[in-house]
């Protein structure tokens, strides 16, 4: 898994930013969970050929 963290900062309308907040809420899960799944599944989506950490592989490919 990550060692270290990093911050990402993005602007959105604030009326998509409280629609977002209120789903993810009503999920009971915070912004910040949601948005690193949705890089983690853009980025298994969009790798191509690149070589991919063990941890970031999706279950049961890490041993390919």
Do not use: H
């Given at each position: 898994?990550?060692?270290?963290?990093?911050?990402?900062?993005?602007?959105?309308?604030p009326?998509?930013?409280?629609?977002?907040?209120?789903?993810?809420?009503?999920?009971?899960?915070?912004?910040?969970?949601?948005?690193?799944?949705?890089?983690?599944?853009?980025?298994?989506?969009?790798?191509?050929?690149?070589?991919?950490?063990?941890?970031?592989?999706?279950?049961?490919?890490?041993?390919?």
């Open positions: 898994m990550e060692k270290r963290t990093a911050r990402l900062t993005l602007l959105i309308d009326q998509k930013k409280q629609i977002f907040e209120e789903i993810c809420a009503s999920q009971d899960l915070t912004p910040s969970q949601v948005v690193r799944r949705l890089i983690r599944q853009y980025i298994l989506d969009n790798a191509g050929e690149r070589e991919l950490p063990a941890w970031l592989k999706p279950a049961g490919k890490a041993c390919e």
